[in-house]
């Protein structure tokens, strides 16, 4: 089983209220990554981040945010929640040397 | 047009069938390829690399046809724990730092007893 963690599970929340989706691994993977993933669909790149105070925008645009302040930790915030934002947020780690990423069990967000 | 495309099924079979999905991909760059399961509301677990020469692993055998741009993946004497969802996953070349997955949507696999 893989480390990595993601807190809330499941988080409903009323439009414009300031978010943050915790993630968190114990490997000691330098490279993370953030999914968005509606139902039924494929997952989206929205953030990585190679290492600490790295972090890059993914395939997909996105109005969260991201920070990279601790090599175990990872977290996305959006400032302003809309019903848009409604979807299952994963995170994701991997070690340099290879390809496999260990995925978080996901955070679903529903904006009211 | 989906750089990794997929049927999403659902593929219904009875427990004890033989199952193949296909996965097709429409950069010529991609050069990594994966199989991952996905169960209903789960998060993605890798299944298996898909090397070149083809490769198995038990009841699941991945194949790599790099001039058609397509992965397969055969699942033989199937169990009711195989349903989930399937997604083929690529990498580009030149992404292997960054590790950028491309996922495909899909397949989705129901067995029945």
């Known amino acids: 089983e893989a480390d990595i963690y993601q807190t809330p599970r499941y988080l409903v929340i009323g439009t414009g209220k300031k978010i943050t989706l915790e993630c968190s691994q114990t490997?000691?993977?330098?490279?993370m990554y953030w999914y968005q993933q509606d139902p039924g669909m494929e997952l989206h790149l929205i953030h990585y981040s190679y290492g600490v105070n790295s972090t890059e925008k993914g395939d997909l645009s996105s109005e969260s945010t991201v920070s990279r302040i601790r090599t175990e930790h990872f977290p996305l915030t959006l400032e302003s929640a809309r019903p848009s934002h409604t979807s299952q947020y994963l995170c994701a780690s991997r070690d340099s040397s290879k390809e496999t990423q260990y995925f978080g069990p996901g955070t679903r967000l529903l904006v009211l | 047009r989906k750089e990794v495309e997929q049927d999403p099924g659902p593929f219904n079979v009875p427990e004890g069938a033989t199952v193949a999905f296909n996965c097709t991909y429409s950069?010529?760059?991609?050069?990594?390829f994966f199989w991952y399961r996905q169960d209903c509301r789960k998060e993605p677990k890798l299944l298996m690399s898909?090397?070149?020469s083809g490769n198995e692993d038990g009841r699941f055998t991945a194949q790599l046809n790099r001039a058609s741009q397509y992965i397969s993946l055969l699942i033989r004497d199937s169990k009711l724990s195989d349903s989930a969802t399937y997604l083929c996953?690529?990498?580009?070349?030149?992404?292997?730092?960054?590790?950028?997955?491309?996922f495909g949507q899909g397949t989705t696999l129901q067995v029945k007893p």
């Open positions: 996953v690529v990498i580009l070349r030149g992404s292997s730092n960054t590790g950028k997955l491309i």
């Open positions: 898909v090397y070149s």
């Open positions: 950069n010529s760059a991609s050069q990594s």
């Open positions: 490997m000691g993977h330098d490279k």
